[in-house]
Structures are given as structure tokens and as C-alpha cells.
């Protein structure tokens, strides 16, 4: 393989193995699914601010008119990152990442219902399978878990706001670069988390050494390094690869969670995520062709 695209390809690996392990970072901290998500959030954008000083100075001012993308991204990520990480402690790591990686299905459906965007038949197939294999992967949770399947629909409910943050961010990059952006989601994402732990009467301290080094972790290994690798890896290779090679997070984490969480799904589960992950490639390849036909307004 050249070198040139070597260097791509271990950036994506490197970006879908540490978001993997967001489910594990979640339930390894000792609090709070919402506390875990305002740390991994504060401390990145922290991290992050000599880069985003430093790309201030470099390039142009942002437009004023153009910092409500970010701002409401930032809403929309702190809605998915309290709901997810919430989730996380109520239902299987599987589980929570599978259906928090559904929102292709919703940004899908909200270019059908809003935006009047028609869909090919391959979309319809492909929601089908993600319905149908959905079904089989929460179906054993309702039965078998007390919380009656609690967790796998507040990821779910994650996936609605995910989506909305890949509608509004498609339309906020147009008028901002990726890293200031990214920073921008990261400061509004954390002011919004905050409110939603007050909110929810998290306390924000009295947490061990231990759990404060996860929550460090967390916002290194998930929040930059996995981020920040995935958007290098989509700048350099074609969406054909990115895409389904992301879909695949769930499986990965399915597979680390049985070493490091003690979690093995059940034969049904396995069954059903690959259903459901089939479904949501064929519902994001169909998207993105609707995309590239539709010419620009």
C-alpha cells in the first residue's frame, strides 16, 4: 500500500478503535453517564483551545451570522452524550453503541418527511432489515432486564440527536473549517451539558482518583484522538470506505466488552446486530447517493 494512503487507513483504525471504547470509559468512572459525558467534553475543548487560539490567529474571523451551527450542535451533542452515556449503565455496551449508530436511519427520514427528498428502494430495504434486526437485539432486553429495555431506548432516543447534529453540522461546515468547528461544538456541547447535570442533580465532584483519570481518558482517547483521527481519515479517503468501515464500530465494541466488561451477547443478539448494521449500510449508501445526485439549490 502507498504511503501516502497508509497513513489514512491506520488513522481510521486508530479513530474507530477509540470510539469503541467510549462505552467502556462510561462504565469503568464511577458517576454519573451525564458527568462522564461534561468531562470528556470540558476537558477536550480545554485541550483543544491553544489549537483553536492558534487557527483564530491564522485564518479569518467566523462570520457571527454562521455561530448558531455550532451552537446548536453543540445542544444536539450534549442531548446525545447525556442520553447515550445514560443508556450505557442500563442496558449491554453492545446494545447502547449499535443503537446509538442508528441515526443515519433518522437523518434519512427527516430528508423524507421535511426536506421531501425521495428515496430509493434500497433505503426502504435497508430500514426494514435495521427495524427488523433492532427488534430481535431490544426484544431480549425488554425481557430479560428489570429497567423492561430503559437503556436501549434512551440510546435510541441518542441516535434522534446525533442525527440532528449530522443535519446541522452539514450545513454549519460549509461556512466554517472542521477544526474550529469541531472546538465550537465542543464549547457549546460542554455549557449544555452542564446545565442538563444541574438539571438533573448530578454532582459535579467527590468522585476518586480513579474515576477523575477516566473521566482525562475519556476525553483524550474518544473525544481528540478519535475524533480527530475519523475527520482526518474523511479528508483523505472516499466515503465509500469511511462510511461502512464506521458502521462497524458496534461490532468492535461488542467484542472488546467481552474481555473488558465480562459481556457476551447472546447467539439472538449477534444474529440480530448484523442484521440491523446491514440495514443501516444499505440506508447510508442510499443517502449518500441521493445526495450526490440532488443538485445544489
Known amino acids: 500500500m ?20 467510549s462505552a467502556m470509559f462510561v462504565r469503568w468512572a464511577d458517576a454519573p453517564g451525564a ?42 451533542t450534549a442531548c446525545d452524550f447525556a442520553l447515550w452515556n445514560t443508556s450505557v449503565h442500563y442496558t449491554t455496551a453492545a446494545n447502547a453503541t449499535l443503537l446509538g ?7 434519512a427520514l427527516f430528508a423524507f418527511f421535511v426536506l421531501r427528498e425521495k428515496l ?23 425481557l430479560q432486564h428489570p429497567t423492561l429495555g430503559i ?12 442525527a440532528g447534529y449530522q443535519l446541522i453540522t452539514q450545513r454549519g461546515r460549509k461556512h466554517i ?8 461544538v465542543g464549547a457549546s456541547a460542554t455549557g449544555a451539558m452542564f446545565i442538563i447535570n444541574l438539571v438533573w442533580g448530578n454532582s459535579f465532584t467527590g468522585y476518586a482518583p480513579q474515576t477523575w483519570f477516566v473521566f482525562l481518558a475519556t476525553a483524550v482517547v474518544s473525544q481528540m484522538i478519535g475524533y480527530l483521527s475519523i475527520s482526518y481519515a474523511l479528508g483523505h479517503l472516499p466515503a465509500s ?16 466488552a467481552i474481555p473488558l466488561l465480562g459481556e457476551i451477547p447472546a447467539p439472538i443478539q449477534w444474529a440480530g446486530g448484523a442484521v440491523a448494521l446491514a440495514g443501516i449500510y ?12 440532488t443538485p445544489n439549490a
Open 101 to 107: 449508530n442508528t441515526s443515519p436511519l433518522w437523518v
Open 35 to 76: 458527568i462522564t459525558g461534561f468531562y470528556r467534553l470540558s476537558f477536550a475543548t480545554i485541550l483543544m483551545a491553544p489549537i483553536f487560539l492558534r487557527q483564530q490567529q491564522r485564518r479569518e474571523g467566523i462570520d457571527r451570522r454562521f455561530l448558531l451551527f455550532p451552537i446548536l450542535g453543540g445542544f444536539f
Open 120 to 142: 430509493r428502494k434500497s433505503f426502504w430495504v435497508g430500514l426494514t432489515l435495521a427495524l427488523l434486526g433492532a427488534v430481535f437485539v431490544v426484544g431480549s432486553d425488554f
Open 2 to 21: 502507498p504511503t501516502n494512503r497508509l497513513l489514512p487507513y491506520a488513522a481510521l483504525a486508530v479513530g474507530i478503535i477509540a470510539l469503541s471504547l
Open 151 to 162: 437503556g436501549d431506548l434512551m440510546a435510541s432516543a441518542a441516535a434522534i440527536f446525533y
Open 241 to 256: 470506505v469511511v462510511a461502512p468501515t464506521l458502521i462497524g464500530q458496534p461490532i468492535l465494541t461488542a467484542i472488546l
Open 282 to 293: 444499505i440506508v447510508n449508501q442510499s443517502h449518500v447517493k441521493n445526495q450526490r445526485e
Open 177 to 184: 473549517d472542521p477544526l474550529r468547528y469541531t472546538w465550537l
